[in-house]
Nanobody, 124 residues
Framework: VQLQACGGGLVQTGGSLRLSCVVS????????MTWYRQAPGNEREYVAQ???????NYADSVKGRFTISRDDAKTTVYLEMNSLKPEDTAVYYC???????????????????WGQGTQVTVSS
C-alpha cells in the first residue's frame, strides 16, 4: 500500500490550501483516514480524522477552519484548510488503516500506512 500526498505550499496568513492523499495498492477496504502534522522541533500531532462511515473528528486547534473528507471511489482523503495561521506551518502527513485478507486465508487483518508528507508554510 502506498500513499501519495500533495497540495502543500506557501500561503499568506488567512489563505487556503487543499491537501490530497491518494492511496494505492491491494486492500479490502480503507477504514480510518487521518491527517497529522509535524512542525520543526515538535512532535507529530493529530489534525483530523474521517472514518469509513464518514464520521469526522478534529483537533481543537483546527476546528472550524479545516475540513477533512474522503472519496472512496478515488481512494483519496482531502484536507481543506482555510483561515490559515503561521502556527499551521508544518509537514502534513496522511495516515490510513486498511483491511486486507491474510495471505492464503480468510481472515481480515488491519494495518497502518503513512504518506511521505507535504510541506505547508504560512507566512505572517
Amino acid at each position: 500500500v502506498q500513499l501519495q500526498a500533495c497540495g502543500g505550499g506557501l500561503v499568506q496568513t488567512g489563505g487556503s490550501l487543499r491537501l490530497s492523499c491518494v492511496v494505492s495498492g491491494t486492500f479490502f477496504s480503507i477504514n480510518v483516514m487521518t491527517w497529522y502534522r509535524q512542525a520543526p522541533g515538535n512532535e507529530r500531532e493529530y489534525v483530523a480524522q474521517v472514518t469509513h462511515g464518514g464520521f469526522t473528528n478534529y483537533a481543537d486547534s483546527v476546528k472550524g477552519r479545516f475540513t477533512i473528507s474522503r472519496d472512496d471511489a478515488k481512494t483519496t482523503v482531502y484536507l481543506e484548510m482555510n483561515s490559515l495561521k503561521p502556527e499551521d506551518t508544518a509537514v502534513y502527513y496522511c495516515n490510513v488503516r486498511v483491511s486486507f485478507y491474510e495471505p492464503g486465508g480468510y481472515r481480515l487483518l488491519e494495518d497502518e500506512y503513512w504518506g511521505q508528507g507535504t510541506q505547508v508554510t504560512v507566512s505572517s
